[in-house]
Each structure stands twice: as structure tokens, then as C-alpha cells.
């Protein structure tokens, strides 16, 4: 009793382990129990058994329900799909008047909506996009085609690629000074002499219009959330579902919705970049002190000016980091947004994917890093500009910058004048160097992948057999035979232990769907996976985290490492463990450590370094190791904040996992996938999407709870 | 009374920005271009862009969509894309037929190409593996397909999962003892060919004729149960009373061109050109080989092919 | 007299959910022990008092007593739970938002607490900021900016941000700013606590200096009593959100109103507080007087040293330098040296 009262959480520990195993073999396999079951929605195997609702049929293998609970959503995505698709083609039609047929139409409200946003969009887009390369549908929007073919002269010509690069340096320059400038310069020079020009200002024009709507639109949001207590209610369930969805899950949703091209591609990006947005914004804002608002108040600031002139100025810090998130996600979408129509480098690096053309892809994701990094140097630079009202400043000093981008644009054009009359071949260079002719690095990088497959072949494929066969296989088999009420057992009782009724009810809520849900065979094989990915992260992580924390330099290095590391477009990390490892779930779980070591590392560095140095010197005065200090003090203050970083690393891989569906893994991606060629997927896809939140999510909320109880405990103040 | 005004002005406002995108919108959704459905696989790539750069040449304005290759067919039906001009018979004849039952689009024509596609394998497999191309050797020697981790079955490398080429199904109702590996592309399945090829690995693998790799390496398709109409909507049908697929795909299959139907309305001198095209299966061939192994990207593949054939499309836009 | 600039009947302001409905009805102190049992937490408790025009009122009391947030409601930055507020006659409490908007731009102006400065803006900025709310040019309110900068001691860091400033000069940032719509009231939370004892006595001087000209009605919050002797008209001292007892100084310290007030006043310095006035004895032996002439306004201690040097009695007089009285050197010493504990 005494052993109890000292160590009453060990006991609760040791008491759900043993009923957990208990479950877990005193509950046999179920005669002829078999994991694909798939088919179940295409034969009719007498053995199914099928229930009625809604008038969906949904059949399926029966099992005792502690082993398997019967799908009891099956009709749900069939039915949510089923009410998209009313509500899109059948609900409530109104009349409008169609200037090209002369007459009136009718077509469903929601229809007429969404094609108007649509419209909307694309011409947004197509305008900046022209504006940069050229074209003609801007004109046509505001005339019409017989026109433009009338007058073929009124056809945007596109700026030449130097006049860009001009701009961008001038740009730079009077934002932050010369660093920025030459940066600028380089970004865009590296983007033309190696022939991504097009494609780039392709993805440039698409993040020109997505970014500055997802910064606005989460700004709006975040603001509301601030000043109604019920807003955020209802929207925080709703952005931890959208930060935890794979973003595959909502395409078919949108392309049903808004169809196919850039502009959908825009809206994809924009749900996807705006949650971060909102919770950063509703953060900085929550962190004004009321003094600061009663002073803005007492120096006579109507709603609007306290609102534009005081909160969001005095929350800066943190709505930057927001708009530092948001262009950051549209880069990242780029790729994703090309599946369902969004051209530029995001479609180039996927083609170059499809054919196995590893340099060229990677010249495509650098493109997309750099770009992503320069867009979000100069918004930052342009937040933090300060004006200097003493300067005395003649007409030409104030305007030197727009006399200096005009004297470019006029060198500019001499150039690509000069260059039409020199480039004899039909390629203007000194104008745009076309997708084909500029460098490649191509055959350097297939030399170098060849070259690592010739010397590790044998050493890879040992590895890999044996990663398969004695890790893989027997984990995966592990988690398949886990009967339904051990796992309840086991997530529940977890949630119990760490955070009481309420956190065990929770989990439980989540587990549950997924467990009623038709593909809880697969949800169980992503979470092997996850499961996998995050151990083996969690471990690089933090010891490299740990080791780089160690002096500032590192520190820097490797901070600088993962942010780099997170702006490349994930599906690169698909690339080089295909070439090594094969399809198999070792690729795929490869790629998923190294992209989920990325938050375990950051997190932990940043835990570690916000240890008080006080303490610290303390530690030093009384004679403590540099590995006692580490043990002993660091480790135990930082570990909330790590455990938050393992959170991000769950949530990290599980969206690696999923994008592994493209190597071939058979877990719940590969539903996702099939379903985004699937017009009727959309249900299917949102459902899918779901499940993978909710693992998330249980994850998340075990972990947030303990980190929460222990951070108070420790009297750290709240993340 | 000052808040109606504003209220109403605000209204009034509202209501001009909402025409505004209105009439933005009436504009932007006029079909002056042509819009060209672009998949994940090369020879579709080149030739949509050889059409789009034909189009040019009788004055027309495209534009390429990249867009699923099943769920293409659908969105051609709304008017979202007009022309989708590589419909392969076993893959996409599902959806195809659907949409082109639900409306919206007009057949413009079948290809001379005539497909086939289903599980090919290099030949010397065959050495291995007596008996080939018959479906039952195939499985009696499953063992030497079967790899690290797919529990001693034999492993088939299947394509991408959105060329739904129920594969899984099959092995199921014929009752063999293989189990699919999806890639993601194309050229996924061509590296792990490659990589057998050059280590005289058996495998066996997703592929299609024409297509290039019948030039590069040698082999066969092997053969299933012959393909039925009834087999793929009649359980009964086959050797497996219970279930569908218990056969091959259509060894004869067809390759088509269709449009939107307001295609011929709209674009009525880019409709006198598809009228008149046709791809042979060495065009789909060369096309692919363009890029997959002559490692060209898609617009000069387009141009190479455009010059090489000259004689042939010039008939097709005079 | 002329009407109060600020009047303020039975103010109270509770915090909590339930608030209003507690204070239905109620009159007089409220039990704040009752109210927090329900989960109110009282911040203000009856507070009825006028303040006129030109005259100082400052508030004084524990931490937690309820100044900042009396300050807050007559600003109404936050609404007063019940009561009535009036500031120039106009119902505070009844204003629409745009009239409440302009009374703050043209006639109120705070220092806070917190200093409370805006953290992206320099400090010309964050002194420019109230006139630039009002619509004013920029070169304009920068150029007054750059005035009042001056004024609180700022030159040389005016394009310095809140975060590159000394706490004592974040304050006077503070200050600056409030000032520069030139408010005719002014409320003062604490302004001079974050700054050390000699740039506080010369800001004192300015303080007063300012006063003298401007002549503003004013709130001014301290802990410092001997800032508030310096100060103030009258001293208004709260506890637990009532106010105890409001009175001029010298009252305050002689008859104290409540136990409370007696201790809070308890190590005042008396002759700090008291005038010739409250130590005179009246004119009896005209004659035996030594030639030393004080002012009966004067305060003991500024006068003490001249009439301690004297044997004789010395006389007082009136502003129109008549003899109202006699002062004996004795009482003097009496005065600053013993009876501290004791009622005078
Ligand atoms: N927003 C609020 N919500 C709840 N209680 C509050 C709030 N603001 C102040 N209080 C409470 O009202 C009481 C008075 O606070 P106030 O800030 O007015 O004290 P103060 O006299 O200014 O103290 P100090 O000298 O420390 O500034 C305190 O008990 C405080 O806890
Ligand atoms: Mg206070």
C-alpha cells in the first residue's frame, strides 16, 4: 500500500498494461479474418453482411465486436457526397442573366456561387500572371476574343526577365538594404539561367493572390475569434481538424465544388493557409496588455483605428510569424495544388517526379525554396520599415527608387531589343530563357544518384531486408492484431491517466469514429507507421537538438537547417529514398523520419535554450557536469516544450505517411488517393481526411494535456 | 435615418462589387480557348501538345489542364475541358462510358492505335517460369515474384491507383497468390523494370501497348482468361461463379478521342482538325520514347515528332 | 464657484459576471466580503466626489485599493457598474461612442501605470499618435511631437523605440503624449513611480511649473505621500474601493475621518502638511513680537528654520499683510520634533 501511495501513477501504468496484453491474447483472430477488405465494396461474398440506412447499403465482413466494430458509418461518406453533390446541382435554383446567349438561365444557388468565386480567382491570378509573362486574357476579360483577334497589338507582353530581376534587387534594397537586394538578384537570376522562369512566375502569380487572401482572411477570422468568446468556440474544433487533415483529403471536395485549374489549386491553398493564420493572429492579439488598448483608447482611437493602428501593430511579432506560415503553406501547396490544376513549378517538379527525374525536380523544389524564402524576407523587411521625418530629402532623393526601377525597365527593354536582333534561333535570352534552354544541373544529379546506388547497393538492400523483415513486419503485424476493445482499453486508459475522465472521453470519441468508420484495418497500419516514424524521430530530435543546443553557432546552424528543411515541398523527400530504398514502406517511412525530425529537433533546441540562464549559473556555481546540467536541469524544464515538439513531429508524420501513398503503402493514403480519382470521392476523400485529423488529434490532445499539467507544475507560463 | 443611409449605401456598394465579378465573370467563362486535358504519362503529354500546337496553326487559342485521368471525364461533361484525346479502353472505358452516358460530351473518334494493357514481363522470366504466358504458370511459380515484404506471395507492380486496373480484384477472383504494389507513376514502375532487367530479377509488372518499352526490352503480356463484356458486370460469369474480374482486360482495346459538345459550336475550325486526326500506335510509341528514354522534355518532344511527321498532319489541318 | 468638471454620485464598479444584478438596489457601501463569495471582485464602492476646474485631486491608497480603477471608469475605459459620472456637466455614462471619441481626443489625456506606449512605434511616434488619431498632417503633429519631447526631457531620443528606453524614460514618453492634445483634464496613473528620486523631484517642479500655467483639473494617482503633499488640492484616500476620506491635506492629517485614514496618515511628517495657520495662537501681547513676519499659508516646515532663530513670538499675517495672529518658536519645535503620535 505504502509503494502504491508513492508511486500511484506507475501502478495505474502497470494495471492498464497488463488488462491491455490481457485483451490482447485472451482475444483470439477470428476465423478467417483478412485485412484487405476492400473488395467488400465491390463483391458480393456471401459471407458480408449489410445493413440499410439512408438508403445507402453498406455491406461488410461481421466480426465479434471485440475484435472489429461493424463500419456503422459506412454510409457516411457515401451521404455526405451524396449531399455535395445536391446542394451543388439541385438546390435551390435562381435565374440569371447570361450576356452571352442574350437570356435568362437558371442554375442552383450554391453553383452560381461557386463558379462566380471561381471566375473571380482566375481572373485575379491570369491578371498578375500576365502582367509578368504575358498574355491576353486579361484583355479579353474587360473586351472580348473577336476583339483581341482584331487588334492582336493589345496582347500583355510579359516583362523581361532582367527588368524582374532589377525590380526585385531595387525592391530589396529599399526594404532591408543590400543583403536583401542581392538576394533578390540572385533568386531570380538562378530562376532564368536555369530555365524555371515561366513556371516560376507561373507559381508566383498563383501565391501572389493565395497569400495575400489567406493573410487577410485569417486576419479577419483571428480578429473575430478576439472579440467574441463564442467565435473561437466554434472555430478552434474547426482549425485542428484542418491543421491535421492531409491535404489530399480536400481536393476532391474542391474540385467538385469550384472544378479544376488554378484557381481551385488557389482555394486549396488558401484552406490550408489560413488556419495557422488565425491562430497566431487571435494569439498576438490576446497577448496586447489592456493598458496599451486603454491608451489607444484615451488618445481617441475610434474602433477601426485601435484596431488597425493599435492591436495589429502591437501583435506584429506574432502576425508576422503568421504571414512567415502562410507563405511558407502556399509554397508548400504548390505541388499539391497541381493536382488539381494549378500550373508552375509545383507541376513541373511533379511531372519530373512522374518520369523519375530526380534533378530536374530538385531543380523545381530549389525554385520553390527560394522563391518561398524571398517572398517571405521582403514582407518581413516591408512590416518592420520606419520612416525617418527628418531626413530633408531633395525630389530626386525621394523618389530615387522608382527613378532608379524606371532607368532599369528602359535598360531592360534596350536589352531584350538588342537580344532579339542577336539570338538568331527564336530565343530571346535577354528576354525570357525558355523552360529547355537554360542550365541544368540534371545530369550531375543522376551521376550522383547512380553512383550512391552502385556503392550502397548491397549495404542498402541489407539494411533494408532486415528493416523489413525483423522491424517492420513483425510492428505492423503487431498493431493489426490488436483487437478493438485493447485498443480502446489502451488509448482510453492513457487518456484517463493523464488527464482524467474528460481526456479519456475525448480520445475515446475520436478512436471511436475511426473504429465505426469502414477503414479501421488501415487507420491501424498509418498508425504502425506514424507510430514508427515519430519513435525514430523523436530520438534523432532530440539528441541532435540536444547536441546543437549546446552553443549558440550550432544552435543557429541548425535552426537555419530546419527551416530550410521545411520550406522544400515534402513530396521531395519522396524522391532520394525512392532511389535508395525501393518501393517499400522503408522509403516511406525514411522520408517520414527525416521530415518529422525537423519539429522534434527545432523543439527541442528551443526548449533547451529558453532554460533561464540564472539557473544555469546556479547549476555552474554548484558544481554540477555539463551532462549532469543537461540531465538533471535542462532536460527536466525543457521537457514540456519537447513534448510539444513531439506533438508537431506526430502530426509532421503522419502527413508524410500519407503522402507515402505515392510509393505504394496500403494504409489510409492509398484511400485517399484513389478517392481523388474518384468523382465521387469527395465524401469518401473528406471522411478518409477525418480519420487521419482524429489520430492526430488524440495524439495531440494526450500530449498537449501533459504538457499543460506538467508546465504548471514546473510554474512555467502557458505556451 | 443616418444609419439607413449608410446602411443602404453599404448595400448599394455591395451589390455593384458582386455585378462587378459578375460581369467579370460572364466574360472570363467565354470558351476562347481550348482547353486540353494533360495526364501523368508521357506519350499523352507529347500528344497534347502536338494537338494544342496544331490548334495554333488553325488559329485557335489552348490552353493544358492537368487533371486526373478518371475523373477528367466528368469534368469534360460539365465543360470544364474540351478535349481529352487519349481514352484508353481498359482503363478509363469506366468512367468514360459513364460520363458519355450522362451527356455533354461528343465521341469525335477511335484512334488507329489499338491497346492493350494488363501484366507484363521481361522474357527472360520465362526461363524461370515454364509455361508463361499462361496466368496459371504464373501463379504456380508466384514464389520467385515474392520480396522482403510481401509474406512469400509474389509481387505484381501495378500502376499508379487512379488507372483503376482492379488488379487486386483480379487476383482475388482467379485466386492467386500475388499481392499488387501501387506506384505512383509511370516512370516508378519503369525504374524498378530497369533495375530487374539489369540484375535478370523475375518481375512482373504493369504495361501497356504502345508504348515504348516493347522497343527497349523484350516480352510478353501474360495471358488471362479471356476478356468478356459479361465479366466485368455479371458475378456468375468466368471460372469464378462468385465474383467479378475473373478475367483479362480486352486485348483488342480501343484508344479515343472525345470532345465536349460544345466543342463543334465554339471552336468550329479546331473541330475540323480533330475530325481529321489519328494517332497509330507508333505515333503513341515514338512519342513516349521521345521522353522516356531519349530524355526530352515535353515541348520539344511535341516538336520533334511535329517535324518528323510533317506529311501526316498537314492533311489533317488543311 | 463655478460647476465641477468632474462629478461623480455613487460610482461603483464591480467585477464578475453577476455584477449588475448584486448591485440592484443597494445603497451606501456594499459588503465586498458577501460580494466575493458570489465571485465579484468590488473595484470602486460609492464613490461620490466633484472635482473643479484647475484643481488637483489626488488619489491615494494600498495597492489594490481601487485608484487605477476609479481613474478607469471616470475615463470610462471601463463603464462604471452604477452611478452617475459627469464631466462638464454632461452624463458620462450616456455619451454615444462618437461623442465619447471626441471628448477623449480634445479634452482627456492619461498616463499610465504600465507606461503602456505602443511597441512599434518610436517615440516620436507614440507622442505624434493622439494628434494623428485626430486627423492631424504629419509634419504637423511630428513638429509638436518633437515640442513636447523636448519638454519631458526626450532630445536626442526621438527615434528610439519604447523597447531601447529606460523604464523612467518610457514614462515620460508617457506623459509627453498624453499632453500634446493639450486635455484639459488630465488623469495621472502613477506617472512618476517608475522614475529616480531626482529627475522625480525635478519632474515635480515641471509638474507644478505646467500647472501653474495651464491650470488643468486633474486626477493624479501615487503612493508617495510626500509627492502628494507636494501636489495636491485635496487628497482623496481609498481603501478596499471606498474612499475613506477626501479632504485637504492639512485636514486629512489633523482629523482624520476613519481609523484607517489615522494610521494611513500616522508617519506623515506634520510640519510638511500643516500651515503657520494651524499652529497660531491668537494676537494677544502685541509688543513683545520679534520683527519676523510669516504667512499664515505658509507650510511649517519652508518657514520653521526663520521662526526657530527667534526668542520672541513671531507675528502672522494675513495676504493683505495684516496681523491675524502670534506663532511661539516652542510650538514650532513641538510641532516637528515631538507629539507626532498625538492628536494636535
Ligand atoms: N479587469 C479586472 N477584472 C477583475 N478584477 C479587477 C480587474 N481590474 C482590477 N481588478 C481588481 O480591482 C481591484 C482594484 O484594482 P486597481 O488596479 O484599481 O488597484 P490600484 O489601486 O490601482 O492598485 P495599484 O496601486 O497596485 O495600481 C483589485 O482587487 C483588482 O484585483
Ligand atoms: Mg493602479
Not at chain 1, 525536380?361 to 525554396?369: N, P, Q
Not at chain 1, 538568331?424 to 523552360?435: C, D, M, R, S, T
Request: net charge neutral; hydrophobic share 45%.
Amino acid at each position: 500500500m505504502e509503494i502504491i501511495k508513492k508511486y500511484p501513477n506507475s501502478f495505474q501504468w502497470l494495471f492498464l498494461l497488463i488488462v491491455f496484453f490481457g485483451l490482447c491474447f485472451g482475444i483470439d483472430v477470428p476465423e478467417g479474418y483478412k485485412y484487405i477488405r476492400s473488395i467488400a465494396e465491390y463483391s458480393k461474398d456471401p459471407n458480408l453482411s449489410s445493413y440499410n440506412l439512408f438508403g445507402i447499403e453498406v455491406r461488410y465482413y461481421a466480426y465479434d465486436t471485440l475484435w472489429r466494430l461493424p463500419p456503422l458509418l459506412g454510409w457516411l461518406p457515401i451521404w455526405v457526397n451524396d449531399s455535395l453533390f445536391f446542394l451543388l446541382n439541385d438546390w435551390m435554383p435562381i435565374e440569371f442573366w447570361n450576356a452571352d446567349i442574350k437570356e435568362f438561365q437558371t442554375r442552383p444557388l450554391i453553383l452560381q456561387i461557386t463558379r462566380v468565386i471561381s471566375a473571380t480567382m482566375l481572373f485575379l491570378i491570369e491578371f498578375i500572371r500576365e502582367i509578368l509573362i504575358g498574355g491576353i486574357k486579361t484583355v479579353v476579360a474587360f473586351t472580348s476574343w473577336d476583339w483581341i483577334d482584331a487588334n492582336p497589338w493589345a496582347e500583355l507582353p510579359g516583362i523581361p526577365w532582367t527588368i524582374v530581376t532589377a525590380g526585385a534587387f531595387i525592391l530589396g534594397y529599399k526594404l532591408n538594404g543590400k543583403g536583401l537586394a542581392i538576394f533578390s538578384a540572385i533568386t531570380m537570376i538562378y530562376i532564368s539561367v536555369f530555365g524555371q522562369w515561366k513556371p516560376s512566375m507561373e507559381t508566383l502569380s498563383f501565391v501572389l493572390v493565395a497569400a495575400p487572401i489567406s493573410f487577410l482572411l485569417g486576419l479577419v477570422l483571428g480578429i473575430w475569434a478576439y472579440r467574441s468568446k463564442r467565435v473561437e468556440g466554434a472555430l478552434n474544433p474547426i482549425l485542428n481538424v484542418m491543421q491535421t487533415m492531409p491535404h489530399y483529403s480536400y481536393l476532391v471536395p474542391i474540385m467538385v465544388i469550384f472544378g479544376v485549374g488554378d484557381h481551385a489549386g488557389a482555394i486549396a491553398t488558401i484552406i490550408f493557409a489560413t488556419p495557422p493564420m488565425v491562430r497566431l493572429t487571435l494569439l498576438g492579439l490576446r497577448k496586447v496588455s489592456p493598458d496599451v488598448v486603454h491608451a489607444g483608447k484615451m488618445s481617441g482611437c475610434n474602433d477601426f483605428q485601435l484596431l488597425f493602428k493599435v492591436l495589429i501593430p502591437t501583435a506584429r511579432t506574432d502576425i508576422l510569424i503568421g504571414v512567415n506560415q502562410v507563405i511558407m503553406q502556399c509554397l508548400a501547396m504548390a505541388v499539391i495544388a497541381s493536382f488539381i490544376g494549378a500550373k508552375g513549378l509545383g507541376w513541373n517538379l511533379l511531372l519530373a517526379l512522374n518520369q523519375l527525374r530526380i534533378g530536374l525536380a530538385l531543380e523545381a523544389g530549389i525554385c520553390i525554396t527560394l522563391i518561398a524564402v524571398l517572398l517571405d524576407k521582403m514582407s518581413l523587411a516591408w512590416a518592420h520599415k520606419q520612416t525617418d521625418y527628418f531626413a530633408n530629402l531633395s525630389f530626386f532623393e525621394r523618389h530615387r527608387y522608382g527613378i532608379f526601377f524606371v532607368g532599369a525597365v528602359v535598360v531592360g527593354l534596350i536589352f531584350a531589343s538588342v537580344g532579339s536582333f542577336y539570338f538568331k534561333e527564336g530565343f530571346n535570352y535577354l528576354y525570357e530563357v525558355p523552360h529547355n534552354k537554360g542550365i541544368s544541373g540534371e545530369p550531375f544529379w543522376n551521376a550522383g544518384v547512380d553512383w550512391i546506388w552502385d556503392t550502397f547497393f548491397q549495404t542498402l538492400k541489407i539494411f533494408n531486408t532486415w528493416l523489413i523483415q525483423d522491424v517492420l513486419q513483425p510492428m505492423r503485424a503487431a498493431f493489426l492484431r490488436m483487437p478493438v476493445v485493447a485498443t480502446f482499453v489502451l488509448v482510453m486508459g492513457t487518456g484517463y491517466i493523464v488527464g482524467g475522465i474528460r481526456s479519456a472521453l475525448v480520445v475515446g470519441g475520436f478512436t471511436l469514429f475511426i473504429a465505426l468508420s469502414p477503414w479501421w484495418d488501415r487507420a491501424l497500419v498509418t498508425a504502425y507507421m506514424a507510430t514508427f516514424g515519430v519513435i525514430a524521430s523523436g530520438i534523432i530530435g532530440i539528441i541532435v537538438g540536444s547536441l546543437a543546443a549546446q552553443n549558440k553557432t550550432s544552435t543557429k546552424i541548425v535552426l537555419g537547417i530546419c527551416d530550410t528543411l521545411q520550406t522544400f515541398p515534402s513530396f521531395v523527400y519522396l524522391i532520394p529514398v525512392m532511389m535508395l530504398f525501393g518501393v517499400t514502406d522503408t522509403s516511406v517511412l525514411i522520408a517520414v523520419i527525416v521530415y518529422a525530425t525537423i519539429p522534434a529537433t527545432r523543439y527541442t533546441i528551443e526548449g533547451l535554450r529558453s532554460v533561464p540562464p540564472a539557473l544555469h549559473d546556479a547549476a555552474s556555481m554548484s558544481g554540477v557536469t555539463p551532462m549532469q546540467r543537461l540531465l538533471k536541469i535542462q532536460f527536466p524544464l525543457a521537457f514540456p516544450h519537447i513534448m510539444l515538439g513531439i506533438n508537431q513531429t506526430v502530426v509532421f508524420a503522419l502527413f508524410m505517411v500519407i503522402i507515402g501513398a505515392f510509393i505504394g503503402t496500403e494504409d489510409l493514403g492509398q484511400y485517399i488517393l484513389k478517392a481523388l480519382s474518384d468523382v465521387k470521392g469527395g465524401g469518401k476523400g473528406l471522411i478518409l481526411g477525418l480519420c487521419v485529423a482524429f489520430i492526430g488529434l488524440a495524439v495531440d490532445n494526450l500530449i498537449r494535456t501533459w504538457a499543460n499539467k506538467r508546465k504548471k507544475l514546473l510554474g512555467l507560463e502557458d505556451y | 435615418m443616418k444609419n439607413t443611409i449608410n446602411y443602404t449605401a453599404k448595400l448599394i456598394s455591395v451589390f455593384l462589387l458582386i455585378l462587378t465579378i459578375f460581369f467579370v465573370e460572364a466574360k472570363a467563362d467565354k470558351s476562347g480557348v481550348i482547353k486540353i486535358a494533360i495526364h501523368n504519362w508521357s506519350s499523352q503529354l507529347v500528344g497534347a501538345t502536338v494537338i494544342g500546337e496544331l490548334m495554333k496553326k488553325v488559329d485557335e487559342k489552348v490552353e493544358y489542364v492537368l487533371m486526373d485521368s478518371q475523373t477528367v471525364y466528368q469534368s469534360m461533361a460539365d465543360g470544364d475541358i474540351d478535349i481529352v484525346h487519349e481514352i484508353w479502353e481498359t482503363q478509363f472505358g469506366e468512367s468514360y462510358n459513364k460520363a458519355l452516358s450522362g451527356g455533354g460530351i461528343e465521341e469525335i473518334l477511335t484512334h488507329d492505335a489499338v491497346t492493350r494493357m494488363g501484366w507484363w514481363y521481361p522474357e527472360y522470366v520465362e526461363k524461370e517460369c515454364p509455361g508463361l504466358p499462361e496466368w496459371k504458370a504464373l501463379n504456380k511459380c508466384s514464389s520467385i515474384f515474392a520480396r522482403t515484404d510481401s509474406n512469400g506471395k509474389g509481387v505484381y507492380i501495378g500502376g499508379p491507383v487512379e488507372w483503376s486496373q482492379h488488379d487486386a480484384e483480379r487476383i482475388k477472383a482467379l485466386g492467386m497468390n500475388f499481392v499488387v504494389k501501387s506506384l505512383s507513376s509511370a516512370g516508378s514502375i519503369w525504374k524498378e523494370l530497369d533495375q530487374a532487367v539489369k540484375n535478370e530479377k523475375p518481375i512482373v509488372v504493369f504495361n501497356w501497348s504502345p508504348n515504348f518499352i516493347g522497343a527497349k526490352y523484350k516480352g510478353k503480356f501474360v495471358d488471362f482468361p479471356k476478356h468478356d463484356p459479361k465479366c466485368i458486370s455479371d458475378a456468375s460469369w468466368g471460372i469464378n461463379p462468385k465474383k467479378l474480374y475473373d478475367c483479362d482486360n480486352p486485348i483488342n482495346g480501343y484508344l479515343k478521342l472525345a470532345v465536349n459538345d460544345d466543342f463543334k459550336k465554339n471552336h468550329p475550325k479546331g473541330y475540323k482538325l480533330i475530325k481529321h486526326m489519328n494517332f497509330s500506335n507508333s505515333d503513341i510509341d515514338k512519342m513516349a520514347n521521345y521522353v522516356d528514354t531519349g530524355g526530352l522534355a515535353i515541348p520539344e518532344a511535341a516538336e520533334e515528332w511535329l517535324k518528323d511527321h510533317k506529311d501526316k498532319w498537314f492533311i489533317w489541318i488543311k | 464657484m463655478s460647476a465641477p468638471v468632474i462629478k461623480c454620485e455613487s460610482v461603483y464598479k464591480v467585477f464578475g459576471i453577476n455584477a449588475k444584478k448584486m448591485l440592484q438596489g443597494v445603497s451606501g457601501n456594499v459588503d465586498a466580503k458577501s460580494f466575493q463569495d458570489a465571485g465579484c471582485i468590488v473595484g470602486v464602492n460609492n464613490a461620490s466626489f466633484e472635482v473643479s476646474k484647475g484643481e488637483m485631486l489626488v488619489v491615494m491608497g494600498l495597492s489594490g485599493s481601487g485608484k487605477s480603477t476609479l481613474l478607469r471608469c471616470i475615463s470610462r475605459l471601463t463603464d462604471a457598474t452604477a452611478g452617475k459620472i459627469y464631466i462638464e456637466g454632461q452624463d458620462l455614462l450616456a455619451l454615444k461612442n462618437k461623442e465619447l471619441i471626441e471628448l477623449r481626443r480634445n479634452k482627456m489625456g492619461m498616463v499610465f501605470q504600465s507606461f503602456a506606449l505602443l511597441p512599434h512605434k518610436t517615440v516620436l511616434e507614440n507622442i505624434a499618435f493622439p494628434l494623428q488619431i485626430k486627423g492631424i498632417k504629419t509634419e504637423d503633429s511630428i513638429s509638436k511631437a518633437v515640442e513636447m519631447a523636448k519638454l519631458v526631457g526626450l532630445e536626442g531620443r526621438e527615434n528610439y523605440f519604447p523597447r531601447e528606453l529606460s523604464g523612467g524614460q518610457q514614462q515620460r514618453v508617457g506623459i509627453a503624449r498624453s499632453l500634446a492634445v493639450e486635455p484639459d483634464i488630465w488623469f495621472l496613473d502613477e506617472p512618476f513611480s517608475a522614475l529616480d528620486p531626482l529627475i522625480r523631484k525635478e519632474m515635480q517642479d515641471e509638474f507644478l511649473r505646467l500647472q501653474g500655467a495651464l491650470k488643468k483639473t486633474i486626477m493624479f494617482v501615487t503612493h508617495d505621500f510626500d509627492e502628494a503633499l507636494r501636489l495636491a488640492d485635496r487628497i482623496a484616500i481609498m481603501k478596499d474601493g471606498i474612499i475613506e476620506q477626501l479632504d485637504t491635506p492639512a485636514n486629512i492629517v489633523l482629523s482624520p475621518a476613519t481609523e484607517y485614514v489615522r494610521k494611513f496618515t500616522q508617519e506623515v511628517p506634520r510640519e510638511k502638511v500643516l500651515k503657520i495657520e494651524s499652529v497660531m495662537d491668537p494676537t494677544s501681547d502685541t509688543k513683545n513680537l520679534s520683527d519676523l513676519k510669516v504667512s499664515k499659508d505658509a507650510i511649517i516646515e519652508t518657514v520653521a528654520e526663520k521662526i526657530l532663530g527667534q526668542e520672541k513670538p513671531v507675528s502672522v499675517v494675513d495676504s493683505n499683510n495684516k496681523v491675524v495672529g502670534i506663532v511661539k518658536p516652542s510650538k514650532v519645535i513641538h510641532t516637528v520634533f515631538g507629539g507626532r503620535k498625538e492628536n494636535l
